[in-house]
């Protein structure tokens, strides 16, 4: 199963780093990676999870913090990029 995503796969330059793509990877709670830990959310202890379906979204001011690449080290997920943005 697939979705359509904006994802950031670099710093700085958005016509170079920013694609929308329609086939990636659509999340389920025994894929979904947890953005602080980087580990998936199925083997966090004594937690409970859902998977939102997102309809729109849109930039925000730390979206543009961290593409710029100046927020790396409190922002970026662990696994680093790409990631999905917005």
Known sequence: ???????????????????VKEDW?????????????GKLVSKLPNERH?????LACALAPGDCRLF??????????KWGRPYVIG
Do not use: F
């Open 50 to 54: 859902l998977i939102v379906k997102v």
């Open 25 to 37: 990877p659509k999340p389920t709670l025994a894929t979904a990676v947890d953005g602080k830990t």
């Open 1 to 19: 199963n697939n979705m359509k995503a904006a994802i950031a796969t670099g710093t700085e330059n958005i016509d170079q780093y920013i694609h």
């Open 68 to 77: 710029s690449g100046k927020t790396d080290l409190v922002q970026l997920p």
